[in-house]
């Protein structure tokens, strides 16, 4: 992957970091009207039960498909586990910004 195709990513990532906290709540899309440290409660909450989906996509796959849902839920299961956790670390990181920089915002 060339310098040119990571660009768009950091450049979001960057975007996220920065505005997403200065963003009234009600106009923030990927968090909620959530703010602050409702926000880290839920992020941690989401990062804390993320490896339970593993456990719930096995066992579902298990009934489905018998053996080889062993398999196939422990993939599933994983992905779903992973993107949980990424939601809960970026609900971390926006409300512990949103706490930081409440005192320079005139939110309503």
Known sequence: MTMNNRMPAVLTIVWLALAAPALHAAERP???????????AEG???AVTSPGQIVEEI?????????G?????????????AGQAARGG??????????LTMPFRDDE
């Open 30 to 40: 990927i968090v909620g009207s959530e703010s602050g440290d409702r926000l880290v």
């Open 44 to 46: 941690v909450v989401d």
């Open 59 to 67: 066992g579902v796959d298990a009934r489905n498909f018998g053996v």
């Open 69 to 81: 849902g062993l398999i196939t839920g422990s993939v599933r299961g994983g992905v779903k586990a």
């Open 90 to 99: 970026f609900r971390m990181a926006v409300g512990i910004l949103d706490v």
